[in-house]
């Protein structure tokens, strides 16, 4: 199996996809989509984490779209982590228990993700004018549909407002894909629908029609697509728990809560309180965990709060 990507460009109009092993161990789908004019280049990601079927599936199709009419190139990398797709994993890579969207800019030398993630800052992002990076809700998680970008750059908060998700969080912290490809100077977005192992065609639908829209915004395409509607800006706090125990939320997906007001509790098995979980700040439930296990140091849900 190659260990490199084709070239991006040819100057000839394509369609080419294939498997690609450019870390030990890793089997990861490509497809390149290069238009009849030159242009920019946008990546797309997508199974970062295996079990985020709706991203995953608009990926793929994404992989399929014809190249007439394309101006520039479109990098797909669908499932980033094959074998987190086949054992059905939540948050963390098989082959080292490691979450890819904490290990940026990762290492050459590091663990199997730390070198996915290395790879991902050295060879690819170098090669974009935008990402998208897409998610969903994992397996263990129930949410609606919002984007990330980095709080910093504007050009990538102009892209959540293109992209159109009704929410966008303005997100800090490091680690991160959108984090890295912004430190690179790219103006990046990471989108997420859909949720607890469940894929629509209309949570799909929302991705691609997304996507659509950034390609009119890079003018990749001349087609004018169906304008998005209004962009919420938030900053989001998701607490994770501070105990392992049986989780028991107390607001419901897009739910308002008060600041100070219970949002959920963990409690023993036999009924205990052991954690209640308070709200920091007023805000709207952007995800929450549906498993009713919860691990120390797992995220609980993240609540919304709007930018004044
Ligand atoms: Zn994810």
Known sequence: MPLHLPPLRTGKPRREHGLISPVEGARI?????????PGPCLVVTAGVH??????????????RRPARGLR??????????????????????????????????GRPDGSFTERLAHWLVSEIYPQADACLDLHGGDLSEALAPFSLFP????????????????????????????DAAGRLG?????????????????????LLA???RVLAHLGMVHARPAPAGPVRVVTMWAPAADEDGLWY????????????????????LFGDVIATIAARD??????????????KGEALLGIGTPVA
């Open 29 to 37: 789908p490509f497809a390149v989509i290069e238009g009849e004019a």
């Open 50 to 63: 295996g079990s985020e079927y709706t991203s995953i599936e608009a990926a793929l199709r994404l992989a």
């Open 72 to 105: 520039g190139c479109i990098l797909i990398l669908p499932v980033l982590n094959m074998s987190a797709l086949r054992k059905r994993a939540i948050y963390v890579a098989p082959e080292d228990g490691r979450n890819l969207n904490r290990m940026f800019p």
């Open 151 to 178: 709080r910093d750059s504007e050009a990538s908060r102009e892209l959540a407002t293109v992209f159109g998700l009704p929410i966008a969080v303005a997100a800090g912290g490091e680690g991160y894909t959108i």
């Open 186 to 206: 790219k103006p990046s977005l990471l989108a997420e629908v859909g949720g607890n192992g469940v894929w629509t065609e209309d949570g799909v639908g929302q």
């Open 210 to 212: 997304g996507i659509e």
């Open 249 to 268: 939320p107390a607001k419901r997906l897009g739910e308002a809560v008060q600041a100070g007001e219970t949002i959920g509790e963990i409690r023993t």
């Open 282 to 295: 007023a805000g709207s439930v952007l995800y929450t965990l549906s498993s009713l296990w919860v691990n």
